[in-house]
């Protein structure tokens, strides 16, 4: 369902209005999703839902695959309605996502019709799900929330109901999810605010809550919980999101075998212990989300003192709409301090180049080996999502996501 062989790049028609989950389909999803979930002894706990009835705001962590599932559950006995990326409607077929309740959106684009449509389903008394980090976990802690979720809670005017979940990262790690981990999954709905409650405070106190509750941190989780991953290839792909040496501060040289992730450049050694830390040969560990926030920060200091310049060479795949991705060929990114830029030629031969300014885009979608055609990003305008693959050996999904939010944040 993936290749658009007609190659026809009819944008998405994003104004259509969404379906109600078929009541026909809703027994198959609810027992797909125990199915799916049962291997991973899922409990979900229910805080402050009794007097809570559709419809109601549903605001999601999003951790891995497994949250597809989980969230069916955590809601049943009722339905619900999804923000979705197009590349579900791809993927799966526009018919059937949306025979199973889901709203079109691209990733990091505003776009007034996903607004309309989510008015639309609350006007039909359907409660409504969003995943508000819109990718899946990159290494096991919450990503960037948009700083208007609060604004849209007092918009709907409707309870304000959060989905956490632990685990779902650890079964699948982003940097490696064709593997899948037998680990023990917690879930959690819970309303946090009643429509009085929405009321009497303001968007910003909101806002400041949803943030508290959607943040996680899965290897705290795992320390806590006490159970041991014991994979002999847990650490395989974990390098994708830990680019960076801790120990010589070089960047690009990192590659993991087994439970081992080792730096090219200086040599040292870390092995990802069956309980969740890095160990060094000398006994001492990292907690696994702190390099990562090291990461982060290097990636800022970097900027302060000197604008980014950078090109990549780029295979290039489109998503105008459902019918799948037509490949453009290849062409060259650039990243400048203002925007990212793409350029390539077209059937024609014609020099084609799209600007896609950070200060519209508050994140990267990151992708490490989609389709298993390695590491790539994703950009896109309201009309088509660009898929950008790369074999340039600078060229890190990681390091490019942290440039542009912090170009991000610069801008507003």
Same mark, same amino acid.
């Given at each position: 369902?993936?290749?658009?062989?007609?190659?026809?790049?009819?944008?998405?028609?994003?104004?259509?209005?969404?379906?109600?989950?078929?009541?026909?389909?809703?027994?198959?999803?609810?027992?797909?999703?125990?199915?799916?979930?049962?291997?991973?002894?899922?409990?979900?706990?229910?805080?402050?839902?009794?007097?809570?009835?559709?419809?109601?705001?549903?605001?999601?962590?999003?951790?891995?695959?497994?949250?597809?599932?989980?969230?069916?559950?955590?809601?049943?006995?009722?339905?619900?309605?999804?923000?979705?990326?197009?590349?579900?409607?791809?993927?799966?077929?526009?018919?059937?996502?949306?025979?199973?309740?889901?709203?079109?959106?691209?990733?990091?684009?505003?776009?007034?019709?996903?607004?309309?449509?989510?008015?639309?389903?609350?006007?039909?008394?359907?409660?409504?799900?969003?995943?508000?980090?819109?990718?899946?976990?990159?290494?096991?802690?919450?990503?960037?929330?948009?700083?208007?979720?609060?604004?849209?809670?007092?918009?709907?005017?409707?309870?304000?109901?959060?989905?956490?979940?632990?685990?779902?990262?650890?079964?699948?790690?982003?940097?490696?999810? @064709? *593997?899948?981990?037998?680990?023990?999954?917690?879930? =959690? &709905?819970?309303?946090?605010? +009643?429509?009085?409650? /929405?009321?009497? #405070?303001?968007?910003?106190?909101?806002?400041?809550?949803?943030?508290?509750?959607?943040?996680?941190?899965?290897?705290?989780?795992?320390?806590?919980?006490?159970?041991?991953?014991?994979?002999?290839?847990?650490?395989?792909?974990?390098?994708?999101?830990?680019?960076?040496?801790?120990?010589?501060?070089?960047?690009?040289?990192?590659?993991?075998?087994?439970?081992?992730?080792?730096?090219?450049?200086?040599?040292?050694?870390?092995?990802?212990?069956?309980?969740?830390?890095?160990?060094?040969?000398?006994?001492?560990?990292?907690?696994?989300?702190?390099?990562?926030?090291?990461?982060?920060?290097?990636?800022?200091?970097?900027?302060?003192?000197?604008?980014?310049?950078?090109?990549?060479?780029?295979?290039?795949?489109?998503?105008?709409? @459902? *019918?799948?991705?037509?490949?453009?060929?290849?062409? =060259? &990114?650039?990243?400048?301090? +203002?925007?990212?830029? /793409?350029?390539? #030629?077209?059937?024609?031969?014609?020099?084609?180049?799209?600007?896609?300014?950070?200060?519209?885009?508050?994140?990267?979608?990151?992708?490490?080996?989609?389709?298993?055609?390695?590491?790539?990003?994703?950009?896109?305008?309201?009309?088509?999502?660009?898929?950008?693959?790369?074999?340039?050996?600078?060229?890190?999904?990681?390091?490019?996501?942290?440039?542009?939010?912090?170009?991000?944040?610069?801008?507003?």
């Amino acid at each position: 369902m993936l290749i658009n062989k007609s190659k026809d790049m009819t944008p998405f028609d994003m104004t259509q209005r969404p379906k109600k989950q078929s009541p026909f389909l809703l027994p198959l999803i609810w027992g797909a999703s125990f199915m799916m979930t049962r291997k991973f002894h899922l409990k979900i706990k229910k805080t402050g839902m009794k007097k809570i009835k559709p419809p109601y705001l549903v605001l999601a962590t999003h951790q891995g695959f497994a949250d597809y599932y989980i969230a069916p559950l955590a809601l049943f006995p009722h339905r619900a309605i999804y923000v979705s990326d197009v590349e579900g409607f791809a993927a799966f077929g526009k018919g059937l996502y949306r025979s199973i309740g889901c709203i079109a959106k691209r990733r990091y684009v505003s776009d007034i019709n996903v607004m309309r449509n989510i008015r639309w389903a609350v006007s039909k008394r359907q409660s409504v799900v969003i995943y508000p980090e819109s990718r899946h976990s990159n290494i096991g802690t919450a990503s960037m929330i948009p700083d208007n979720m609060g604004k849209l809670a007092k918009h709907l005017n409707i309870p304000l109901v959060i989905l956490s979940v632990h685990g779902a990262y650890l079964v699948n790690p982003f940097w490696n999810e @064709e *593997k899948t981990r037998k680990v023990p999954i917690e879930a =959690r &709905l819970e309303c946090i605010y +009643n429509v009085d409650g /929405l009321n009497s #405070a303001t968007a910003d106190e909101i806002q400041k809550t949803i943030t508290e509750k959607l943040t996680y941190d899965e290897y705290d989780y795992q320390h806590k919980a006490g159970f041991i991953i014991s994979d002999k290839d847990r650490a395989e792909g974990i390098e994708k999101a830990l680019y960076h040496c801790i120990s010589c501060f070089e960047k690009y040289h990192m590659n993991s075998i087994g439970s081992t992730l080792s730096c090219g450049c200086c040599g040292k050694k870390w092995e990802l212990t069956e309980d969740g830390w890095l160990r060094t040969d000398d006994n001492s560990r990292v907690h696994i989300p702190d390099w990562y926030k090291w990461q982060r920060k290097q990636v800022s200091e970097e900027l302060k003192k000197k604008p980014v310049s950078k090109e990549f060479h780029v295979s290039i795949e489109a998503l105008p709409n @459902e *019918k799948g991705f037509v490949s453009l060929g290849n062409g =060259r &990114l650039t990243l400048n301090q +203002n925007s990212f830029v /793409l350029s390539y #030629a077209d059937a024609s031969g014609q020099e084609q180049t799209l600007s896609f300014p950070h200060k519209f885009r508050e994140s990267v979608q990151t992708e490490y080996n989609y389709r298993k055609k390695g590491p790539c990003i994703v950009l896109s305008s309201k009309d088509c999502c660009y898929y950008l693959y790369s074999d340039d050996t600078y060229f890190n999904p990681t390091e490019l996501q942290f440039i542009g939010e912090y170009l991000y944040q610069e801008g507003k």
